[in-house]
């Protein structure tokens, strides 16, 4: 049980151009989500929570008009990398908690590869 | 500031032990983790303590000691399909998780 489902798995896109990656709880409602990235050989980095039915939080310096991000059910949250430039290329991993565990270990997605060219 | 420190990168032996050490700084404690992660991929969960001692999940085992502000992730009989990078995270007062920047654990035949 609680699966995390992330599309795309791997994108790439040209500058300026936005992306949509997409998180899902499969089996368990999320009020809460988290938006990661990670360069290469870097730990995670949390960008943003990600809340059902209200605005996200952002970590500081974290662009909220760069990195858009809507949580409009409790098993969908979305983050939109608008006017992507390549260094913006990351591994971006979104992770959820079922509701009321918030003492449960965080279950993540595969991931999504963005390459910006 | 809150911090986690863990050794940036390990070499071992098919077959052998191995302990990788985290040491954390955190504003309040609910919790520490360990998860593995491959290269390209997202981190898959291994182990959590909350309670000092030792937590053993066949091969894996994870050891916490909260006064000292220290944990240990223990790997034994290890394989090539361990190669990875072993991320400790520990969940603070607020339930946030701060995580360290991982140790690299090379295995070698």
């Known amino acids: 049980g609680a699966v995390v489902s992330q599309h795309p798995s791997r994108v790439i896109c040209k500058s300026g151009t936005s992306v949509k990656i997409e998180c899902r709880s499969l089996d368990f409602q999320a009020t809460t989500m988290f938006w990661y990235r990670q360069f290469p050989k870097k730990s995670l980095m949390l960008m943003a929570t990600s809340n059902e039915g209200s605005k996200a939080t952002y970590e500081q310096g974290v662009e909220k008009d760069k990195f858009l991000i809507n949580h409009a059910s409790l098993t969908l949250s979305t983050l939109t990398v608008t006017s992507a430039h390549p260094e913006d290329s990351s591994f971006y991993i979104c992770?959820?908690?079922?509701?009321?565990?918030?003492?449960?270990?965080?279950?993540f997605g595969n991931g999504t590869r963005l390459t910006v060219t | 500031g809150q911090n986690i420190d863990q050794p940036t990168e390990m070499t071992a032996t098919e077959g052998a032990i191995v302990q990788i050490n985290c040491t954390y700084q955190?504003?309040?404690?609910?919790?520490l983790f360990w998860y593995q992660q491959h290269a390209g991929e997202a981190p898959t969960f291994l182990s959590y303590?909350?309670l000092d001692g030792l937590e053993e999940k066949g091969r894996f085992s994870s050891f916490l000691s909260r006064s000292k502000g220290y944990s240990y992730l223990l790997l034994k009989e290890l394989q090539m399909k361990d190669s990875a990078s072993y991320l400790c995270?520990?969940?603070?007062?607020?339930?946030?998780?701060?995580w360290g920047a991982g140790t690299k654990l090379i295995i070698k035949p």
């Open positions: 955190t504003s309040g404690f609910n919790g």
């Open positions: 995270a520990v969940r603070d007062s607020n339930y946030q998780l701060i």
């Open positions: 303590n909350v």
């Open positions: 992770s959820a908690n079922p509701v009321g565990r918030d003492h449960s270990p965080l279950h």
